[in-house]
């Protein structure tokens, strides 16, 4: 194989991720409008055959949205690529795919560069997880014996190494873009409903009767339906402690994904005698469906709207012919005093798995402005 890379112009980009299972929704061409604060540019790897070298031509075989941030003050960039590029990560001359990549977003002002293989080392299924959890030794998912561990992906982080590449802290800064390293996520492919509500856990199973007994129901939003889901996310900022995202990030989400793909992005509402008292956004690449972002009122919280509109969310992924709904992020604390401790548990109750990606990676192009980079974001 003789790759070279390029610009390419999004159709080519879309019509690529179109034409796999999935890839992240943080790598379609439509996330750069949502980062409308970043430059963006779409990257294409071809495979030339001899003759065919510098004609432009050759196979498209794979691609990587490439988020550029400017250093206040100068015509520098951090190059970031979220859960991406889209390429064979277990090819062999892993350095010829990303060797170029870096010549290139260097000859584009970058300083440093970013990214997030879509690379998953260890899974751990639920019950081995509540086995963590029950013993006192026992704080982090890392410290539980995982059931199912990728060795081609210790191979990746070796070359990654080896090129110079530098593994991110987990949960470091960067620009508040992180993205989650430990995921929470329920397969789809092969099993039934039945199977798949079975393995909830008895809780769990007992607040969607409850729901349903209560008589909540979810129903599908459309872009009307945003300040609604604006008014219940920042009553869930107020008492999760975090800084919530403007109305209008999510107007454009929704703008700009669903004009990429009508089944992009998705609102549910779970409605309590006509009143919403929560409702989530669903994201959809292929056969990969992500409950994104979620939020409920103070009240009413124990007619469970939660559980029945996950439940509903999961079904309707399931009907699309979905191979996994993932439910993103956890902490990887196992602590039932930590504070994220909430969310791993919830999750633990649909029966899924937790999934442990490689995390992000930096390569610094200008060590001494990825160093004061460092030293800026050590200090927000």
Same mark, same amino acid.
């Given at each position: ?50 003759? @065919? ?58 300083? +440093? ?65 992180? @993205? ?11 099993? +039934? ?27 599908? =939003? ?7 889901? @604006? ?5 869930? *900022? ?55 972002? =979620?939020?409920? *009122? ?18 309707? *992924? ?32 649909? =029966? ?19 160093? *004061?980079?460092?030293?800026?974001? +050590?200090?927000?």
């Amino acid at each position: 194989m003789s790759l070279t890379l390029r610009t390419i112009t999004r159709e080519q980009h879309l019509a690529y991720i179109q034409s796999l299972p999935s890839a992240s929704h943080c790598q379609v061409p439509a996330w750069a409008d949502v980062k409308s604060e970043w430059r963006s540019e779409s990257l294409g790897w071809f495979d030339e055959q001899p003759g @065919q070298l510098s004609k432009g031509g050759g196979r498209l075989v794979g691609v990587g949205l490439v988020l550029y941030r400017q250093l206040p003050k100068l015509k520098r960039y951090l190059a970031y690529m979220p859960e991406g590029p889209v390429i064979n990560w277990y090819a062999p001359n892993l350095d010829e795919w990303l060797q170029p990549m870096l010549r290139h977003l260097k000859q584009n002002g970058a300083f +440093s560069v970013k990214m997030g293989p879509p690379v998953i080392i260890r899974r751990w299924e639920a019950n081995t997880i509540k086995a963590g959890i029950a013993d006192p030794d026992i704080k982090r998912l890392r410290d539980v014996e995982a059931d199912f561990i990728e060795p081609r992906a210790f191979e990746v982080a070796e070359r990654l190494r080896r090129m110079g590449w530098q593994q991110g802290e987990d949960g470091g800064a960067g620009f508040g873009d992180v @993205q989650p390293r430990y995921v929470y996520q329920v397969p789809l492919e092969n099993r +039934s409903l039945d199977d798949i509500l079975k393995n909830f856990n008895q809780l769990w199973r007992r607040n969607i009767k409850k729901a349903e007994k209560a008589g909540v129901q979810v129903i599908q =939003g459309g872009y009307d339906d945003l300040p609604t889901w @604006q008014q219940l996310y920042e009553i869930t *900022a107020v008492r999760d402690q975090f800084r919530p995202r403007p109305l209008a990030y999510f107007q454009r989400m929704w703008t700009k994904l669903n004009a990429e793909d009508a089944n992009r992005m998705r609102l549910y509402l779970a409605l309590h005698e006509g009143e919403a008292v929560a409702a989530a956004t669903m994201l959809t690449v292929g056969r990969h469906v992500w409950y994104s972002y =979620g939020a409920s *009122a103070n009240h009413k919280r124990e007619v469970r709207p939660s559980n029945a509109m996950q439940w509903r969310m999961l079904r309707d *992924a399931y009907a699309m012919g979905a191979s996994v709904y993932d439910l993103r992020g956890i902490s990887d604390s196992l602590d039932d005093t930590d504070h994220l401790f909430g969310l791993i548990q919830f999750k633990v109750g649909t =029966g899924g798995q937790a999934a442990e990606y490689l995390g992000e990676w930096d390569f610094p192009l200008n060590k001494l402005l990825h160093k *004061a980079l460092d030293i800026y974001m +050590s200090r927000r």
